[in-house]
């Protein structure tokens, strides 16, 4: 039933769906499927069909954001990923309908909240047919483009372009501040992923927020990292032999703040390969850098100027490499 809307819904839906045309101003908008599609200049009942990379910035551009896909919990309880732990205040003060998962959506729970525009990635595509019954939908680049230009374009289709622009100024100015914090350096990075108990191998070459955070403070992606960015993923599965190949001047992992217990990243290099953490200059000397992931991998202001003081923070005064004077 989650998967189509049968009959009665669709004709509510296309019955509400007029409402805007009369009563909105409104746009053409070609998305990044090639779809030019009419839609609100002042959207008022957004549809998020994400959430840590649509719905968080929505709620930092003050968008009317009505509902989200989100996330079921081990106790099976829904969430929205990343928008507890950065905005708890927002979350708790409003109003924000649950509409499933990506995978189970609930599009009878989201053909009754009326809204007048959709906005989800590419990926969603697939669900087209359904979502277009309801309301508009704009399907945006997510991964696709530089973060901060996809975050443009969903300001943009949110009606909130002016308030972005304001806060990007505003983030420039805090790089600008921290590379004098930092000085001149050469500074290499890369971004492997230790998950607690599992020995596996993850390096990424995107991560949202943060990758854009250190690649604006000048440092250079190296290594298996710089391999990964020149595909199409995030991150990669990566061969534990080729573990002395993650290294640089720090590396830059991340935990889950909704998992319980001790963060020990040797441990899990060690545990990856015997005496992994020795091989690993960064890891040997103490640069290496365990941050938050419900904060470094969304691209949001907010986020970043957290991103920009943990890295300054955590590269300033570390041993082992010769810091600039």
Not at 186 to 211: H, M, N, R
Not at 279 to 303: D, E, N
Request: with cysteine.
């Amino acid at each position: 039933m989650r998967h189509l809307v049968g009959p009665i819904t669709a004709a509510f839906s296309l019955l509400f769906s007029a409402f805007p045309a009369l009563a909105q101003e409104m746009r053409s908008y070609t998305d990044a499927i090639g779809r030019t599609v009419e839609i609100p200049v002042d959207p008022q009942r957004i549809v998020a069909l994400a959430d840590h990379v649509i719905a968080l910035p929505l709620v930092e551009l003050d968008a009317n954001l009505t509902g989200s896909y989100g996330r079921i919990d081990a106790d099976g309880n829904p969430f929205f990923r990343s928008l507890r732990d950065v905005f708890p205040i927002w979350l708790a003060q409003n109003d924000l309908a649950f509409l499933g998962t990506y995978g189970t959506p609930d599009f009878e729970a989201m053909a009754a909240l009326q809204p007048d525009l959709i906005i989800g990635g590419t990926w969603a595509s697939e669900q087209l047919d359904q979502l277009e019954l309801i309301a508009p939908v704009i399907f945006l680049p997510h991964g696709e483009v530089e973060p901060l230009e996809y975050y443009r374009r969903l300001a943009d289709v949110a009606g909130r372009l002016e308030l972005f622009e304001t806060m990007r100024a505003r983030y420039e100015d805090q790089i600008a501040q921290a590379r004098d914090w930092l000085g001149d350096h050469d500074y290499t990075y890369q971004l492997p992923q230790f998950e607690p108990g599992d020995a596996i191998l993850y390096v990424c070459g995107q991560y949202g927020g943060l990758s854009r955070v250190l690649d604006d403070l000048g440092f250079t992606m190296i290594g298996i990292s710089a391999e990964v960015r020149e595909t199409d993923e995030f991150c990669s599965e990566i061969s534990t032999e080729r573990l002395q190949e993650v290294d640089a001047d720090f590396l830059f992992d991340t935990y889950r703040l909704s998992v319980p217990g001790k963060i020990d990243q040797q441990a899990e290099i060690n545990n990856i390969l015997p005496g992994g953490c020795d091989i690993l200059s960064a890891c040997r000397a103490g640069r290496m850098a365990v941050l938050p992931r419900a904060f470094a991998f969304p691209t949001t202001f907010t986020t970043m100027d957290m991103m920009i003081h943990d890295v300054v923070s955590h590269v300033v005064g570390r041993p082992g490499i010769a810091m600039p004077e």
